[in-house]
């Protein structure tokens, strides 16, 4: 049967993007000698002043840019980019206390703002149709992105903070961490092949271009792909178009809520890109709330469902200085905006709920005490209060009786430096290792089950970069072997932290999709207790590791092989 298409989710304005340093001649042998040099030389001038932005050397920026001036002609791109060199540099002189510099810098940049040198124009979308009822109907689009007359989005204004008296015990000294190295970090990964191409930033900024040019396009599902290359190359490459980015996930999640079935739609990776949307885009929130709406009226009977409507209570400060606000499960230990906490400890129960039916089925009992949720103003001061790594974004501690093995308590340590990313990945990650631990008998979870089952909570972006690592660590030959993996009793060296990571997710997922997520955690408690060939055996009807290793690596080969780009070695 014909499926009428989907609305497309959001009709925008064109986005006025210019790229060119100025008209080149059509016959290049009429041009005035020096004249393509001139150009180019122009053109990189650019290029390079917006990778020294990105790398936060306006300094620079300034320099490579004004050196240029004498061949540009009239160039608004140019002019637009050197304007946002002059402010950043106004802002780092101002820092130094370097006024006469600083006001040197300052007069020019009036002179561009007083003859019309603006930023790149960002879209501004246009209010859609109303939405449909009807639940089996394709997705509109919905009106709530309508520009305000100021040229910005109007924004929520945030509800009131209650106030409640009641002090939470003081903190003890952390003793059990789950810890452990970066998967991204270059560091941690074996020496890639030589010939990887441009640096990444150069690579960062030229996706950026392409995907603001498909966004002009309206084509919103291309143009998501290109933002998230460019914030794998540089994460910085993206702080600028977050609201056209989440943007393009809103217009995906419409795309596959189309064109997939209602039983083969992946709600859950679904409805956590609106959630990363809303966060980026706080403009967007009454759309993705709409959206989120869509999805729970769509998912299959008795599908994995939002949690209900969570309750924060302000209970006061402790006698340490944390301000504290509590749910049913959660304590959060904050110094921050109440808005902030809230929005930690609504994450932490949806997370919580979410991954309790996922994993187990049902609601799961009460934790007694609370999980304590410290939330870290600085990466700084994240790092002295735990003496951990200083790039570590957040970890969770579980403390065990040594007679039960019962849990008897649970810590999630965060910083906020990153409050996005915080919310979208690094606390549901988190959060979920803490829901898995004492689920498992008397010992502790598996630790490539308890990364590969955390990493699925992530953002997709997130999740895909563990699949290119996956990639490039099959090209390179550094995975484990199926049996090693699994018998691992803690992280392995940094070196093949990366290839652990990519593998404990990848073997997860495959697991899983054979039988589903119940049934995995069904084989993980009688593997623990009884050995993985057994389980594999009762649950998979596989006789051992060799067979489990043969199908995963069929699958996975295949994969690799299939997917667009894997000559890139090393990416």
Known sequence: MARTGLAALLCVT?????????????????EPEGAIEGYLLAQTAMLQGEMYLLQRQPARAVEVLESQLPRINVNRKYLAVLRDAYRAYINELSVKDQKALAEKYAARLRILEANGAPAQAAAQPAPPPAAVPNPAAPVPVPAALAATPGGGFARPTPAAANKVAQTPPAAPAPTLARAKADPFDLSNQAAAPAALGDPRGKQATSFLAQAEAEFARKRFIEARKLYEEA?????????????????????????????????????????????????????????????????????????????APVEVKHVGRDAQGWDVAETRSFRVLHKQARELAEKVARTAEQTRA???????????????????????????????????????????????????????????????????????????HEATHVVLAGRFGTKPVPRWADEGMAVL????????????????????????????????????QPARISAFYAQSV??????????????????????????????????????????????WSERVTAEVNAAPGTSSAGR
Not at 271 to 285: D, G, I, K, Y
Not at 404 to 413: A, D, K, L, M, Y
Not at 511 to 520: A, K, N, S, V
Request: hydrophobic content about 30%.
């Open 231 to 307: 914030h794998r190359h540089d994460d910085r490459a993206t702080r600028d178009c977050r609201e056209r980015w989440a943007y393009c996930k809103l217009a995906h999640v419409v795309d596959q809520i189309n064109n997939t079935g209602t039983q083969s739609c992946p709600w859950p990776d679904l409805e956590r890109e609106v959630r990363v949307a809303m966060e980026m885009a706080p403009n967007l929130s009454q759309t993705g709330k709409w959206l989120l709406g869509e999805i729970e009226g769509r998912r299959a009977p008795g599908g994995d469902r939002p949690a």
């Open 354 to 428: 979410d991954m309790t039916r996922k994993w187990f089925g049902g609601d799961g009992e009460e934790w007694s005490p609370k999980c304590d949720v410290y939330l870290h103003p600085t990466a700084q001061e994240y790092r002295r209060f735990n003496g951990v790594a200083i790039n570590s974004p957040g970890h969770s501690r579980i403390e065990t009786d040594r007679e039960t093995s019962r849990v008897v308590r649970r810590v999630i340590h965060l910083h906020c430096e990153n409050p996005d990313g915080m919310l979208t990945a690094v606390l549901p």
């Open 506 to 551: 990848s073997l997860v997922e495959y697991l899983c999709g054979l039988r589903g997520p119940q049934t995995f955690s069904q084989f993980l408690r009688d593997g623990v207790r009884e050995g993985y060939e057994p389980a594999l055996r009762r649950h998979y009807n596989l006789g051992s590791f060799a067979d489990l290793q043969g199908r």
């Open 457 to 492: 909570t992530e953002p997709v972006e997130k999740v895909a970069q563990h699949r290119r690592n996956l990639a490039r660590s099959l090209r390179q030959q550094e995975l484990f072997g199926v049996r090693e993996l699994m018998q691992l009793t803690d992280y392995p």
């Open 14 to 30: 064109p986005l006025l993007v210019t790229l060119g340093i100025s008209t080149l001649s059509a016959d290049p042998v009429k």
